[in-house]
């Protein structure tokens, strides 16, 4: 009965995406080039997670979500609204979201291709799609994010509000260098936990380090990594003896055992002089409002009433 329902269901896909190919890939190619506009209200089904962060930013909550756990877990802003529905954890329940019937579904480069590529008439069947490029290369800098957005703002008709926003990140840019200018060029370790001894730490080619330069502070860690990040152990935080740590959450429980109790942590020069702070959990690929948060954030908590060293 499951091989028959699986054979009904792939011929439903293959008619609706006879249908709806034209319209599709219209939707695709036209928003890229600038020559056509949706404003789909708010039936917007999302697969990726820097989308969701960048459409709550300027005020339009996604109906459905794939990866909503993911996202709780990874981040507290903007925080995620109850009422959008789960397509699931790592794999799209296609048949929920054909149920809902979204005017546009939203999807990322690299879902584009492998593994959601195999399938890909099951959801460009269903409603027109756009592709992030939020994963690409190019978009791991301020320059290529700031872009990605202003596009994404534009498909769904919030161009005002997001270059308000955009204006507001530049602004907290400034206040933020200026709060911190006695301390400029301070060596710093930014970095997330992925277990108890392996972190994530923002290196020389990322979004991170940019802001980190931005507001007058030099990245300690001077490794390139693909995606601005690499994952090591804790004892690179002993490179630079004088820096200061910043972790970002959420911290798992194997992790916070060694913060309390391991001595090769409690031995690094910046835990002994307390200079670490934590943030709250924040998205590691950093969209407008993420990044915006974390220079807040920054600025917040870091030190700025004694000379570095």
Known sequence: MSELNEILNRRMAFKRAVGACTLSLHALFSTRNGLAKIVPGERIAVFDTETVSMLLSIGITPMAMLGKEKYRQRSEFPALPESIISLGT??????????????????????????????????????????????RMDSRTLVGMRAEFLQLADLVDRRETAERLLAGFDAAIRATRNKLSRHEN????????????????????????????????????????????????????????????????????????????????????????????????????????????????????????????
């Not at 492998?114 to 959801?123: E, L, M, N, Q, R």
């Not at 069947?125 to 756009?130: D, L, N, R, S, V």
């Not at 407008?288 to 030190?303: I, N």
Request: aromatic share 10%.
């Open 90 to 135: 790592k794999d799209v329940n296609f048949e929920l979201l054909d149920q809902l019937r979204p005017t546009l579904i939203i999807l990322n480069e690299g879902q584009a291709g492998y593994p959601f590529g195999h399938v890909g008439a099951s959801f460009r069947g269903i409603a027109p799609f756009y592709v992030s490029r939020s994963y």
């Open 186 to 309: 301070r060596p710093v370790f930014l970095f997330s936990f992925i277990d108890h001894w392996t972190i994530q730490i923002f290196c020389e080619s990322g979004t991170q380090h940019e802001i980190l330069e931005l507001i007058g502070l030099e990245n300690a860690y001077k490794r390139r990594g693909r995606y601005g990040y690499v994952h090591t152990g804790i004892d690179a935080l002993a490179a630079v003896p004088e820096a200061q740590l910043v972790v970002i959450g959420p911290i798992p429980s194997a992790a916070r055992k060694v913060m309390t109790s391991n001595p090769l942590w409690k031995a690094l020069p910046a835990v002994k002089e307390k200079r670490l702070v934590e943030l709250p959990p924040l998205s590691r690929f950093g969209s407008v409002p993420v990044v915006t948060r974390l220079v807040a954030l920054l600025g917040e908590r870091l030190p700025a009433g004694r000379e570095a060293g």
